[in-house]
């Protein structure tokens, strides 16, 4: 019956009722495959690598089954069990390719590989690849020896379940680039004997970090996206939280559980300012300047929650908190304030204290002279920069004249302000950066409108918009 | 699988410290671990010689002489389970601190 609708559509004789069906059908399936892609490619891959041992097998058989999905679904209509369809699938194919292998070679090792993969027959796929697969996957993935950009793509690809394409979208590079770049990656792995397994116990601390850094970078990459193409890196924000989602879950008990929940909130805390942090314009809105309102409670709340939890997890183990949970801490103070003016700025300027205890870097004492200048008043904070200025480790980082200029301005210093605002527009790296920094210039010239107060608080009808 | 250690010169690396080069301690402990199969030290570039053969006519050079400041010091052809291990190798080699290690994987004809 589904045969003749999709010859009689393609004939072009169906009638609108017909056509529709088909439409629907063929969403069905789509939507069928794609929610697979997302929840099951791990799984899969994870097996298909385990058995064979071949990442590049492991990948052209995969890409069959969905091929053959794509075909036989319409059909025959969408598998009770679309994981276990598509494992067994690929891991026919799988079978077939190393035979082939096997006879042309007569490579021993093919038919040890073959007896595995057959044996695995009777259990198509109902015996699904366990936590322990998966963050096999995962941690060769991220395993260091590999670029940190083929880590990325490569965790897309093979964990995530994103197509090549899509990948490629997401950085703004053409697809054969990207391609060649994952054909490398796993070509590395077999040629280099980068092992695919969970590391050992005096490892795993250096690679669970290495795959929170990849999995960080994969969110930073789509979070910071500038204006015009936000929306084509939206996926990596999203592929970042579900992955760590997933790293949640597969770490639990484990002594990382705590940063990977702190990692995971401070992604959420983030994302649920997505809506707030760009006005109609496209144009960055700072912080203390956005709309509270849209920033998404649901999220906010799931992130405290997440913190509490990691605390908890932390404090029966004794364990202190790592980078990402003072960061996502630092979020929290910001996220869980009714207003800008409200926020415990004191707390902030501690935990950026913590932070640059543990992770010592320039850009955190940056920040954390801000928090100063809020808690403390901005001379405090200016006093702070000054040293970072002197000291030139954030020479040609534009958020450090930026963050005087917004000090200098606050003091109503304005000719200086505007040098500093001048400086860091000459150091911005986009055009959504250059544009706020031009607008605060504007302010600082000598006719000012009046229309900003030093303490401005957000939502009292001076938001982003009126002042333009 | 095998790999072969290049070990390197680094102008940017920590100054050498004859005390703290424990060759022999790591010689010893890859042997009793089956894992060192060959290495020794190179002589400098300077007493390198290059050979080609154009147009039928060996051709042989002084040097080479690349515009560069890092060298191969010396080398090792380990064998291990895979590249941790050879990583793990690796950085206990003196020279990993006082320069650095290019590994390798040997890519046997055949394969």
Redesign the interface.
Known sequence: MAVRTVALAAAGEADAEECQAVASEWADVRSALEAVCAGETARINATLIRVTGDWGLAEDCLQDAFARALADWPVHGVPRNPGAWLTTVARNRAIDRLRSMASEKRAVGELAVLTELEGLAGQAGDAPAGADDRLRLIYTCC?P?LALEARVALTLRTVAGLTTAEIARAFLVPEATMSKRLVRARAKIR?????YRV?PPE?ISERTDGILAVLYLMFNEGYSASSGNSLIREPLVLEAIRLTRLLVELLAGSPHEPEALGLLALMLFHHARRIARQDAAGDLVPLEEQDRQSWDQAAIAEAATLLVAAEKVAVSRGTNPGSYRLQAAIAECHMTAASSGSTNFTRVALLYGSLAEIAPSPVVELNRAVAVAMSAGPLAGLALIDQLDQARSLQGYYLLPAARADLLRRLGRRSEASRDYRRALELAPSEVERRYLRRRLKETNPKPPCAFAIHKEPGSGTGPEEER | MEYMLFICSDPAAPKYVAAEDNIGQWSAEMEARGISRHGDRLRPVEDATTVMVRSGQVVVSDGPFAETKEWIAGYDIIACANLDEAIEVASKHPMAKFGKIEIRPVWPFGQ
């Open positions: 395993h020896a040629d280099a004997g980068i092992p590391p490892l």
